[in-house]
């Protein structure tokens, strides 16, 4: 496997289900994000994690759980979701979070459709 | 607050130059992407802009003006297979990437 890679990469779920997305990173970065892309909006950035440590969190509804157990892999509990929070959910890494030049690698995504 | 304006929708000729513009308002800034993004996939890395400029890669140019806030994505020669999502990202004062909503553009025969 090279890059990034997202799993699964379709996922159907009730707003009662609990589920996880992975996220797994071969490119030796420091740095792991989720993002939340809808259509027609910006990507919204959910978390960071630089060196496992969590970083960032914009305000991101509780029913979203991440986990970062080492530099390489990226999860995200789901629980008791909304409709609206169907979505395509990007994973990306990056070598250096706090430099100017901070390329991000972007995974496929897991489209999340809740019922 | 912090905004990234670009086109929702471009459509343009096979064999033709489309220019996508994208206007950024960060609170400080430190460079600017461009990624293109194929319906169902990831992201991917096209440019990075951190002085004014040109910057020419192949059949793709970016250009930066940082005193107007302004940059354009410049395709030449285009191919049906340039059809994608164009997303602008400017770098703020904290490193974060602030995203525009991205820009379809539609190739034609």
């Known amino acids: 496997e090279t890059g990034v890679t997202q799993t699964p990469r379709h996922l159907v779920m009730g707003m009662t289900n609990k589920k996880s997305l992975k996220c797994e990173q071969h490119l030796g970065h420091n740095a792991m994000y989720w993002y939340k892309q809808s259509a027609k909006k910006p990507l919204e950035l959910m978390f960071v994690?630089?060196?496992?440590?969590?970083?960032e969190n914009n305000s991101v509804p509780s029913r979203f759980s991440p986990e970062c157990p080492n530099s390489s892999h990226l999860f995200l509990h789901l629980h008791t979701l909304q409709p609206e929070d169907s979505a395509l959910y990007l994973c990306?890494?990056?070598?250096?979070?706090?430099?100017?030049?901070?390329?991000?690698?972007f995974g496929p995504g897991t489209r999340l459709t809740v019922l | 607050g912090q905004n990234i304006d670009q086109p929702t929708e471009m459509t343009a000729t096979e064999g033709a130059i489309v220019q996508i513009n994208c206007t950024y308002q960060t609170s400080g800034f430190n460079g600017l992407f461009w990624y293109q993004q194929h319906a169902g996939e990831a992201p991917t890395f096209l440019s990075y802009n951190v002085l004014d400029g040109l910057e020419e890669k192949g059949r793709f140019s970016s250009f930066l003006s940082r005193s107007k806030g302004y940059s354009y994505l410049l395709l030449k020669e285009l191919q049906m297979k340039d059809s994608a999502s164009y997303l602008c990202a400017a770098t703020d004062s904290n490193y974060q990437l602030i995203w525009g909503a991205g820009t379809k553009l539609i190739i034609k025969p």
């Open positions: 990306a890494s990056s070598q250096d979070p706090g430099s100017s030049y901070n390329e991000q690698f």
């Open positions: 994690y630089n060196f496992k440590e969590q970083t």
